[in-house]
């Protein structure tokens, strides 16, 4: 380069303005970085993300994931059978189906709805409305327990989100004949009453589980693993002869009838182990339909109603006189006078004037005025203790769900004229299970045993009075079956019979009825070798009679009868007959073709049906 060159003024090159390099944007690398930098990051999340799915949640979502596809599915077990004594089944257990939706899917196929609903017999408008009210749930039911052919005619529909499940429904063969001692069970087969309930733990046993793979239908795919495995209900064998049932039913169904009674319960019981042998009760409903029966027909009369037991009540006065030592069945005598007693200002009454009866005779005719000055002849403390001995006043411990206890008043409390009516038959009350107990103790020689409804549960026995006393009560009480007697028409032919009838007002607010009673009957057959003992109870006749000689013992002889022949229970009578002559039965002379009138002094009598009830307030 030249000098001058050097010396001339070079061009100079143009530069930016500090304005515009504030407001122009970053560098191509520095965009490169930033960007690179955010993607590491996403990246960063993503893989803190996935390992949190996988490695820290990972037990949390596969839960999820087979709740929708891995489910645990119960495995239905079949109820226990119930039996009779003799292997008749009483309750059987049926396979039946369940149909259930999962409503979100079958509602989007909601047009098969009617196809559905004609199926089940139901109404369409109703059912959609059903589903879409429970739209957040996965299961429904649609119609329970259905017949197997019904409910696989709706499953090959095959519908979306409607599906199938096996269960099991109670039957019960009898019926109403059983439908008081058995009770029933609910939609889940869980005893709901009676000796369902009693025994549900035995009877119901155990559901299994199984874990399953099911599709988006809910069908199940493949069965995995068994979680649990199904313990079947247990069978259970009752005492209940269900011939002898069948008799006591009819029998006490046809006497309501016959009287017009508003209710009535029967108690057939072995004497020898306190095994109950039938127990009926009406009114009574059908346990195959339990819906639209009212509680009072389902309710078990004979152990969870009390009743005043009446002149049945005598046999225990009795049992305290001769075990006081100063009574024997032949003395000392009594008066009655012309069947009127004033004690305390209240007329105690027979129905007759009795005169001077034995204490026998205090039995078979049924006096309450005897029965009344026998009683305030013993001490307070033993007549009591005699009626809490035979079970007064506290539950037969038979198991029963609802069992009531009846009421004995406390000794120390009693007045006179309480003490005198109890002796009678009022003042206090009873089931009629624990009444039949009371007389399966007398019949036993004294040993009374704890009422049971299963076979084979025989309890030891306690002796609660001594043997002697026992079997002299079991003589007197023959005579009330004898003729002229109040129990005449408890008489079974070719068998000897010991009771004692019952007629009692029954009670009511403020006071008892007067046009209302309670009819019963307590017996026991063979009297010289007993072996069964019956109570009938029957409550409010309207029509026909209602002493309990007229109403309630011809029951006790007609299902007796029938039992005696069941169980084969050999005459005990035959030889009275052969030496004696016929005896008299209820039909006419027994052997005789044609039926005789009865004589004069084979009329029964009629016992009081107590008018002289103490009102309230009247107790000295």
């Known amino acids: 380069m030249k000098w001058r060159d050097r010396t001339r003024p070079q061009p100079q090159r143009a530069t930016s303005s500090p304005s515009r390099r504030r407001g122009a944007g970053p560098s191509a690398r520095k965009r490169m970085v930033v960007v690179v930098g955010v993607l590491g990051l996403v990246s960063l999340g993503l893989v803190a993300r996935a390992f949190d799915l996988q490695v820290v949640r990972k037990q949390f979502y596969q839960k999820q994931g087979d709740a929708r596809f891995l489910r645990e599915v119960p495995i239905p077990v079949s109820r226990g059978t119930i039996f009779d004594r003799n292997g008749e089944p009483l309750a059987v257990s049926t396979p039946v189906t369940s149909i259930w939706a999962n409503p979100a899917e079958l509602l989007a196929n909601d047009d098969r709805i009617p196809e559905l609903a004609k199926a089940l017999g139901g109404n369409a408008t109703d059912i959609q409305r059903y589903l879409e009210q429970r739209a957040n749930r996965e299961f429904v039911y649609l119609r329970r327990q259905m017949p197997p052919e019904a409910a696989q005619a709706v499953l090959d529909l095959d519908i979306p989100g409607v599906n199938g499940q096996r269960e099991f429904k109670r039957f019960y063969p009898s019926g109403e004949v059983t439908a008081h001692i058995l009770g029933f069970t609910n939609i889940d087969d869980h005893g709901q009453e009676g000796l369902e309930l009693a025994y549900d733990d035995w009877l119901a046993g155990k559901p299994g589980a199984k874990r399953v793979i099911r599709d988006g239908k809910g069908h199940v795919v493949e069965d995995l693993e068994q979680v649990r495995a199904p313990k079947p209900g247990q069978n259970l064998t009752l005492s209940i002869d269900r011939g002898i049932q069948f008799l006591a039913y009819n029998e006490l169904k046809n006497t309501l009838d016959k009287f017009n009674a508003a209710s009535g319960s029967m108690v057939v019981m072995d004497v020898h182990t306190g095994e109950i042998l039938a127990m009926a009760s009406l009114p009574t409903f059908n346990p195959n339909a339990v819906t639209g029966s009212k509680p009072a027909q389902r309710r078990n009369r004979a152990v969870t109603d009390v009743v005043e037991p009446g002149s049945t009540m005598k046999a225990f006065t009795l049992t305290a006189a001769l075990s006081s030592g100063r009574y024997t069945p032949t003395g000392p005598i009594i008066d009655t006078g012309k069947g009127h007693w004033f004690f305390y200002g209240h007329d105690i009454r027979d129905d007759d004037p009795n005169g001077l009866l034995t204490p026998t005779g205090v039995i078979t005719r049924s006096s309450n005025v005897g029965a009344a000055k026998i009683a305030m002849t013993l001490d307070t403390s033993l007549m009591y203790d005699t009626f809490r001995a035979f079970g007064f006043g506290n539950s037969t411990g038979s198991g029963f769900p609802g069992e009531a206890s009846g009421y004995l008043k406390i000794g120390r409390d009693w007045r006179p004229l309480e003490k005198a009516i109890m002796a009678y038959g009022y003042g206090l009350n009873v089931t009629p299970l624990q009444l039949a107990n ?41 005579t009330v079956t004898g003729p002229g007697s109040t129990g005449a028409k408890a008489r079974i032919a070719n068998y000897s019979v010991a009771g004692k009838t019952g007629t009692s007002h029954q009670a009511i607010a403020g006071g008892y009825s007067k046009n209302t009673y309670n009819s019963l009957f307590a017996g026991i057959v063979p009297a010289s070798n007993p072996q069964l003992v019956a109570v009938v109870v029957v409550n409010g006749t309207t029509k026909g009679g209602y002493f309990g000689g007229t109403v309630s013992a011809p029951v006790f002889s007609a299902v007796m009868d029938g039992a005696l022949r069941l169980l084969d229970i050999p005459p005990d009578n035959i030889g009275r007959w052969y030496v004696g002559g016929p005896l008299q039965g209820n039909g006419g002379l027994v052997g005789s073709q044609q039926p005789v009138k009865p004589a004069a002094n084979d009329v029964p009598i009629n016992e009081a049906p107590v008018d002289e009830a103490p009102t309230e307030g009247a107790m000295p």
């Open 438 to 478: 009371a007389y399966a103790t007398i019949a036993d020689g004294g040993v009374m045993h704890t009422p049971t409804f299963i076979k084979g549960d025989d309890s030891p026995g306690k002796q609660i009075i001594s043997p002697q006393v026992a079997h002299e009560l079991v003589s007197m009480l023959e």
